[in-house]
């Protein structure tokens, strides 16, 4: 058993200047996690595509906490879950569930930079509610319609990837029923973004509906509204405004995740 801080090898200097920063960008994003409520002790993933290269994917070393991740500390893997670098020299490796369900995400959305899963409190909560994410609140509207993933057990099983895929289709965030959250978007600060938003929408559902009284549905026409002013297409991509504050957020803590 390891009791000292998680031990990694530098790699600015062997990898290219687009991928370092984006190195950079997906450990802040594993820091933020933490920081809202996002994280389950060492296990879930963040997954982003290296730049220029839509078969190689950077991900966590299974059994670093997300305030452990530094841009160096991140595991270069293959679509098919080959470990390509591995800066803890093999010391921890890849968990299999994780890849499971990223490289489901990846291999079929070549629009898909990266991909956020998670057990947070609210979106398990939905996940386990017959009515799944209800458009209450103008947060939960940006995702309408959410997509749904049916729970088929621990996701090891290489033949889930399909339905993984197919259920998630275009949409850019799924509830995986009886799991949690996935988001699947253009960019690591889109997905931050994203997923802060969605655990949003579930707690506030959670809220209200215990309240243990009616509840107050907008009609579908200002639904359909919301979610299309939400578009990234029709006003901008949400997150990437809001990227670089949230690195200002970590440096006024810990500026360690860009080593």
């Given at each position: 058993m390891l009791m000292e801080p998680p031990k990694h090898s530098p790699v600015k200097d062997m990898v290219s200047e687009a991928e370092w920063q984006t190195r950079v960008d997906l450990?802040?994003?594993?820091r933020l996690m933490p920081h809202f409520g996002l994280s389950d002790l060492v296990y879930n993933h963040i997954t982003a595509r290296v730049p220029g290269d839509e078969t190689r994917l950077l991900i966590n070393p299974y059994g670093f906490m997300y305030e452990e991740i530094t841009a160096s500390s991140l595991l270069t893997i293959d679509i098919d879950g080959n470990v390509l670098l591995n800066p803890t020299e093999?010391?921890?490796?890849?968990?299999?569930?994780?890849?499971?369900?990223?490289?489901?995400?990846?291999?079929?959305?070549?629009?898909?930079?990266?991909?956020?899963?998670?057990?947070?409190?609210?979106?398990?909560?939905?996940?386990?509610?017959?009515?799944?994410?209800?458009?209450?609140?103008?947060t939960a509207m940006r995702f309408h319609p959410v997509a749904y993933h049916h729970y088929q057990g621990v996701a090891v099983d290489l033949d889930e990837r399909r339905a993984l895929a197919a259920d998630l289709g275009q949409a850019e965030v799924m509830i995986l029923r009886n799991h949690g959250l996935l988001v699947a978007s253009a960019s690591i600060a889109q997905a931050f973004n994203a997923i802060y938003w969605l655990e949003n929408a579930c707690r506030a559902q959670v809220?209200?509906?215990?309240?243990?009284?009616?509840?107050?549905m907008p009609p579908q026409d200002v639904i359909d509204k919301t979610a299309h002013l939400y578009k990234p297409e029709t006003r901008r991509?949400?997150?990437?405004?809001?990227?670089?504050?949230?690195?200002?957020?970590?440096?006024r803590r810990d500026a360690s995740y860009r080593n």
């Amino acid at each position: 058993m390891l009791m000292e801080p998680p031990k990694h090898s530098p790699v600015k200097d062997m990898v290219s200047e687009a991928e370092w920063q984006t190195r950079v960008d997906l450990a802040a994003c594993y820091r933020l996690m933490p920081h809202f409520g996002l994280s389950d002790l060492v296990y879930n993933h963040i997954t982003a595509r290296v730049p220029g290269d839509e078969t190689r994917l950077l991900i966590n070393p299974y059994g670093f906490m997300y305030e452990e991740i530094t841009a160096s500390s991140l595991l270069t893997i293959d679509i098919d879950g080959n470990v390509l670098l591995n800066p803890t020299e093999g010391i921890y490796g890849v968990n299999a569930a994780g890849y499971v369900i990223h490289s489901a995400v990846h291999a079929a959305r070549h629009d898909v930079k990266c991909v956020i899963h998670t057990h947070s409190r609210g979106g398990m909560a939905v996940s386990a509610l017959a009515c799944g994410l209800l458009p209450l609140t103008q947060t939960a509207m940006r995702f309408h319609p959410v997509a749904y993933h049916h729970y088929q057990g621990v996701a090891v099983d290489l033949d889930e990837r399909r339905a993984l895929a197919a259920d998630l289709g275009q949409a850019e965030v799924m509830i995986l029923r009886n799991h949690g959250l996935l988001v699947a978007s253009a960019s690591i600060a889109q997905a931050f973004n994203a997923i802060y938003w969605l655990e949003n929408a579930c707690r506030a559902q959670v809220d209200a509906m215990a309240c243990n009284t009616s509840l107050q549905m907008p009609p579908q026409d200002v639904i359909d509204k919301t979610a299309h002013l939400y578009k990234p297409e029709t006003r901008r991509p949400y997150g990437e405004m809001e990227w670089p504050a949230m690195l200002r957020f970590l440096d006024r803590r810990d500026a360690s995740y860009r080593n």
